[in-house]
């Protein structure tokens, strides 16, 4: 039984290997070929999503070796007294590993690429350029972030004036992850009564 568990070791332990140097890393089943639009129940995809899971090559991958790698450890430490119980436990991590695998990395793809989160919330906001900005020219802009610290977020301008370095600007709106920015309102002069 012990080549069976060094066999899945390895063969596992290749396929996460090749995975992560970026072989097949379409090769999942994914349910819900409409990408989540139209009207089907999010619900019943994401239960078939789950259930697809179990013929994709992560849940294989990582089933196979963490099979492999329990079934050595339990051959090696547990000796004949875990004879019987050892490829039991061994699936049964196997299936825990590759289920966890599988449902971790859908929900990773499932978050958003590039855009900030709350974008919607930084229309408004003053910052200071970190490089120039123009009509046809990408530059930073650095804003104050609550309770410290701060972010840089890549910008553009909507203007035909160049914005240089050090210029406090204004975002006006965000598209996907870059704020489109104009230079912020002078402060009026103070009036005298």
């Known amino acids: 039984m012990v080549v069976v568990y060094v066999g899945s070791l390895l063969f596992g332990g290749v396929l996460i290997a090749a995975s992560f140097f970026g072989a097949g890393h379409d090769a999942d089943v994914h349910a819900g070929g409409d990408g989540g639009h139209g009207s089907g129940d999010g619900h019943d995809q994401s239960q078939a999503s789950a259930i ?5 090559l992560r ?7 963490f099979f492999g790698l329990t079934g050595v450890v339990l051959q090696v430490l547990g000796g004949p007294a875990l004879a019987v119980a050892a490829p039991l436990i061994a699936g049964g991590v196997g299936v825990a590993a590759g289920l966890g695998a599988s449902t971790a990395f859908r929900a990773l793809a499932r978050d958003t690429i590039g855009q900030v989160k709350g974008a919607s919330a930084l229309v408004g906001r003053e910052g200071r350029l970190l490089l120039p900005v123009a009509r046809t020219q990408r530059g930073k802009v650095r804003m104050p972030v609550p309770g410290g610290g701060h972010v840089d977020l890549l910008a553009e301008s909507d203007d035909d004036e160049a914005l240089d370095a050090g210029v406090e600007v204004l975002i006006v709106e965000v598209r996907g992850n870059v704020a489109i920015v104009e230079r912020a309102p002078a402060a009026l002069p103070a009036s005298r009564s």
């Open 59 to 65: 849940f294989w991958s990582f089933g196979a070796a």
């Open 52 to 56: 697809l899971s179990l013929f994709g």
